[in-house]
């Protein structure tokens, strides 16, 4: 008796390879690179003991009741997991992998890169070069923000606050400083208040929960440097995007690099992609070609291991 897993989309074929030849699953998968609409979710989980969902897919009480009872596993392809209602799935005994350490390096790397394209206005010199604006090599001209000398803050020194930390030293940053839940003999520990006063720098790298939920608002960058270069590589929603437009227009901060937001996609004429100092990314942190297939191998594996009642490779402590 195959067990039915059902896929939410194309996902990359080493994912894909491990579930067909485990001869454990019928699978099926919604076969598209867009998401699936939330109606087709419902129906196509319907009986599947597991659910290979991203991060775009609302995991909550609806879709759990549309599975019914064989459920026994959710496996996400993210690190991140404010997507799926923890709390109605362990009441559930639903099992929920997901894919932590794989994309650490891919993830800070995009943000030293974000970092340098927003602190130094790569977009802007860009778009200069190919719409005329560029008429000579002009002392004043765009000009922005360098790393040596600075100081670099990042709240949320985790995983991939720490990789971040680790590829900014090399530039000649001259203090670290985080703010997180647990403390860290790798940089040095401040308060919130104080991290954004003294950053040139400020990265942040939590994850998205009732307690970061819109914490970088109108109150912290009201703290910040004038010169501060903000940059969010975790979830949207840590940032209160009206505040940060006001900060950004206004001159209260120099720049902002975002590989995240709310929404995501962002509508094309939202007021923050007006602003030449906000550079916006469509969340690609973890999207390198060789990260995107570990993950799904990862994602596939603890899939499996949740249907045979087995160890996970990355199970979530619920
Ligand atoms: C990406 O944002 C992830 O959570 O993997
Ligand atoms: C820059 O190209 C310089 O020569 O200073």
């Known amino acids: 008796q195959l067990l039915k897993v059902f896929v939410t989309r194309r996902i990359p074929q080493e994912g894909m390879r491990v579930l067909n030849q485990s001869g454990l699953c019928k699978v099926s998968l919604w076969d598209s690179d867009e998401p699936i609409p939330r109606t087709d979710l419902l129906q ?25 009872p064989n459920l026994k596993v959710i496996s996400t392809l993210s690190v991140g ?66 790393l040596s000398g600075s100081t670099v803050g990042v709240i949320g020194l985790g995983r991939i606050g720490l990789a971040i930390a680790r590829r900014l030293k090399p530039f000649g940053v001259k203090r670290l400083l985080y703010s997180g839940r647990t403390s860290k003999p790798q940089a040095m520990g401040t308060s919130l208040d104080r991290l954004v006063s003294e950053s040139d720098f400020v990265v942040v790298s939590c994850s998205l929960t009732p307690e970061t939920q819109g914490l970088c608002d109108k109150a912290l960058f009201s703290k910040m440097k004038k010169t501060a270069v903000f940059v969010n590589t975790s979830r949207g929603a840590v940032v209160n995007q009206e505040d940060l437009h006001e900060a950004l227009s206004s001159g209260r901060i120099a720049a902002a690099g975002l590989d995240v937001t709310t929404p995501e996609p962002l509508p094309t004429d939202h007021p923050l992609l007006k ?44």
């Not at 010199?125 to 005329?132: A, I, L, Q, T």
């Not at 999207?287 to 799904?296: F, H, K, N, P, V």
Request: with cysteine.
């Open 44 to 68: 196509g989980v319907s009986g599947a003991h597991g659910i290979l969902c991203l991060l775009s897919d609302r995991i909550d009480a609806e879709v759990i009741n549309a599975a019914g």
């Open 81 to 146: 997991f404010d997507h799926l209602a923890v709390g109605e799935i362990k009441k559930r005994g639903v099992r929920v992998g997901y894919t932590p350490d794989v994309l650490t390096d891919a993830t800070a790397e995009l943000t030293v890169a974000l970092l340098l394209a927003t602190a130094r206005r790569i977009p802007e010199g860009v778009e200069e070069v190919k719409n005329g604006g560029w008429s000579s090599w002009k002392p004043l001209w765009l000009c922005g923000y360098g």
């Open 275 to 318: 602003l030449k100092n906000c550079v916006i990314l469509p969340h690609i942190g973890s999207a390198t070609y060789s990260t995107r297939g570990i993950m799904a191998e990862l994602c596939a594996n603890n899939l499996l291991a949740g249907l045979t009642g087995s160890a996970m490779p990355s199970e979530l402590a619920l």
